[in-house]
T-cell receptor, first 113, second 118 residues
Framework: EPEVTQTPSHQVTQMGQEVILRCVPI?????FYWYRQILGQKVEFLVS????????KSEIFDDQFSVERPDGSNFTLKIRSTKLEDSAMYFC???????????FGSGTRLTVV | AQTVTQSQPEMSVQEAETVTLSCTYD???????LFWYKQPPSRQMILVIR??????QNATENRFSVNFQKAAKSFSLKISDSQLGDAAMYFC???????????????FGEGTQLTVNP
C-alpha cells in the first residue's frame, strides 16, 4: 500500500536554528499538508499546498514557517528560527483530491533544546 | 469555524467486549466528511473509518462502525470484539467539502485514550 514517508523520524535542534522537515507524498497525490501535535494535545492544521502554492494556512503558520516542493517528489517544511514551543510531532499528509480523506506519514518528532 | 468535541478523555474496555467512543461537532455546512483516526504509542495517525455526510447509511469497517446522527451532529465510534491491539488514542476529525483547489483542512477533537484490559 502506498505510503507517505517522512524524514528524519526524530530531530533535535538548538533554539534559534533552522530546521527542514522532509516528506515524500504518495506519487499520484496532488494535495499536501502539514500538521503538528504538541505532546498531549490535539493535532493542529498548519498548511495545505496545491499546484505549487499554499492554498490555506492556519494562524500557527506565521513567517517563521515556509513550505516548498523543490522537485516532483519532495515536500518540505522549514522553520527558520526554532523556539522551544516548536517542539512537537510534525505530520505530513497527502491526498489525491481536495475532498475526502488523506494519508498521514509516520511523523517527525522535533525537539528544540 | 468548525469545532469537534470528544467528551471522554479516557475509556476502558475488557478484551472481546464492545466500547463506544463519542464525538460531537459543530458546523454550518451541509456537506462534509467525518473520520476516526487511531494513534498508537508510535504516534502514527491511522485512518480507522470515514463517513460522508450525504450518506445516510452508517459506515462499517470490520469490527469498527459508526453511529452518524446528522441532525444531532454526533458521530460515535463503536468497536466490537475489542482486541489488545485496539489500545490507542482515538481522534475524531471533521473535514469540510472545501473545493477542488483548496484541499480543506481536518479539524480534530481532543482525543480519547482507549485502554483494553485482558
Amino acid at each position: 500500500e502506498p505510503e507517505v514517508t517522512q524524514t528524519p523520524s526524530h530531530q533535535v535542534t538548538q533554539m534559534g536554528q533552522e530546521v527542514i522537515l522532509r516528506c515524500v507524498p504518495i506519487s499520484n497525490h496532488l494535495y499536501f499538508y502539514w500538521y503538528r501535535q504538541i505532546l498531549g494535545q490535539k493535532v493542529e492544521f498548519l498548511v495545505s499546498f496545491y499546484n505549487n502554492e499554499i492554498s490555506e494556512k492556519s494562524e500557527i503558520f506565521d513567517d517563521q514557517f515556509s513550505v516548498e516542493r523543490p522537485d516532483g517528489s519532495n515536500f518540505t517544511l522549514k522553520i527558520r528560527s526554532t523556539k522551544l514551543e516548536d517542539s512537537a510531532m510534525y505530520f505530513c499528509a497527502s491526498s489525491e483530491r481536495g475532498l475526502g480523506g488523506y494519508t498521514f506519514g509516520s511523523g517527525t518528532r522535533l525537539t528544540v533544546v | 469555524a468548525q469545532t469537534v468535541t470528544q467528551s471522554q478523555p479516557e475509556m476502558s474496555v475488557q478484551e472481546a467486549e464492545t466500547v463506544t467512543l463519542s464525538c460531537t461537532y459543530d458546523t454550518s455546512e451541509s456537506d462534509y466528511y467525518l473520520f476516526w483516526y487511531k494513534q498508537p504509542p508510535s504516534r502514527q495517525m491511522i485512518l480507522v473509518i470515514r463517513q460522508e455526510a450525504y450518506k445516510q447509511q452508517n459506515a462499517t469497517e470490520n469490527r469498527f462502525s459508526v453511529n452518524f446522527q446528522k441532525a444531532a451532529k454526533s458521530f460515535s465510534l463503536k468497536i466490537s470484539d475489542s482486541q489488545l491491539g485496539d489500545a490507542a488514542m482515538y481522534f475524531c476529525a471533521y473535514r469540510g467539502r472545501g473545493g477542488e483547489t483548496s484541499g480543506s483542512r481536518l479539524t480534530f477533537g481532543e482525543g480519547t485514550q482507549l485502554t483494553v484490559n485482558p
